[in-house]
């Protein structure tokens, strides 16, 4: 959960770099919140449209740059410019190859983005 609330108040934090476990954290969070909303819109009957489920919706809404932003610090720690996310207007192929981009280490080091969250992580714990 430290992870997803790191990625929340990191919300308009477009620059610098999220590590993996970060990103797919927060990613896991959001399908478990996501569920659990939507389960309780359907019990509750709360609808804005035939199948939009309020609480999920309002959710969506509010998650929305946050995960844009740490989408954008995720390609930035595999040394990519955010650029990269117009392949998702490429179905399937497009996705696919965001996907493995996320699931790529970050470069070790530095990289034109900043420090590597990683090393950065290890000294805080190291101390």
């Not at 959960?1 to 108040?9: G, N, P, T």
């Not at 804005?48 to 489920?53: K, L, N, Q, S, V």
């Not at 983005?113 to 290890?122: E, H, I, N, R």
């Amino acid at each position: 959960m430290d992870w997803y609330i790191k990625a929340l108040r990191n919300y308009i934090g477009f620059g610098g770099r999220a590590r993996r476990k970060e990103y797919w954290m927060f990613i896991l969070v959001n399908l478990i919140l996501t569920g659990v909303l939507s389960i309780l819109d359907k019990m509750s009957g709360l609808r804005i449209a035939e199948d939009e489920g309020a609480l999920t919706t309002i959710y969506g809404v509010l998650i929305f740059l946050p995960y844009w932003a740490v989408q954008f610090r995720r390609l930035h720690d595999t040394d990519r410019s955010a650029w990269w996310l117009l392949l998702l207007l490429i179905p399937v192929v497009g996705w696919l190859i965001v996907l493995a981009f996320n699931c790529q280490n970050g470069t070790p080091g530095e990289n034109k983005f900043g420090s590597d969250p990683k090393m950065l992580d290890a000294t805080l714990v190291s101390e």
